[in-house]
């Protein structure tokens, strides 16, 4: 199965900052791959599709690039409402997989 | 607007069987193309795919659930079916539904239910 592998675990950053996260997959899967974010004690929720689509409603600060193996997602000038964890997911083949998290704390 | 909700108890004792149903409203669970999957997230832990099932009946398992796992669907009702065996404590967790097509993202989610074994 595939496995993906995200940067950083955790990372403290201060508003208007740029965020990036990064999922490595550990093997080649096109650009099946979709980010979410999840706020404390909410599902989750879709931000970008297919590496780099964006998704309707959701901030043009976000954006993701990538293809084959590694995926970035981004945050331009971060907002005190970003505070989340970022999950990147897999859906090339089953079983689909989530990336373990990274857990965005704003100063 | 689709919305999926999770139900079914929140207390399971150990090796008993976890029990949980999605009901799905604003669209048809029969849509083509759409599939119906659970996720599950233990606490304070990151996203684990069930298993997903289409309209017509097929399905699809994690293989590290499958032996355990029986996903179904009731057309009449709008509504899909979680049922997991032998629950131990690891299988505590808050379980979402979900509606994606194949082999695409998992949108829109439920709200999650939170389901304990304990006994």
Known sequence: EIVLTQSPDFQSVTPKEKVTITCRASQSIGSSLHWYQQKPDQSPKLLIKYASQSISGVPSRFSGSGSGTDFTLTINSLEAEDAAAYYCHQSSSLPVLFGQGTKLEIK | ?119
Request: overall charge positive; charged content about 10%.
């Open chain 2, 1 to 119: 607007q689709l919305q999926l909700q999770e139900s079914g108890p929140g207390l399971v004792k150990p090796s008993e069987t976890l029990s949980l149903t999605c009901t799905v409203s604003g669209g048809s669970i029969s849509s083509s193309s759409y599939y119906w999957g659970w996720i599950r997230q233990p606490p304070g832990k990151g996203l684990e795919w069930i298993g997903s099932i289409y309209y017509s009946g097929s399905t699809y398992y994690n293989p590290s659930l499958k032996s355990r796992v029986t996903i179904s669907v009731d057309t009449s009702k709008n509504q899909f079916s979680l049922k997991l065996s032998s629950v131990t404590a690891a299988d505590t967790a808050v379980y979402y539904c979900a509606r994606h097509m194949w082999l695409a993202p998992f949108d829109p989610w439920g709200q999650g239910t939170l389901v304990t074994v304990s006994s």
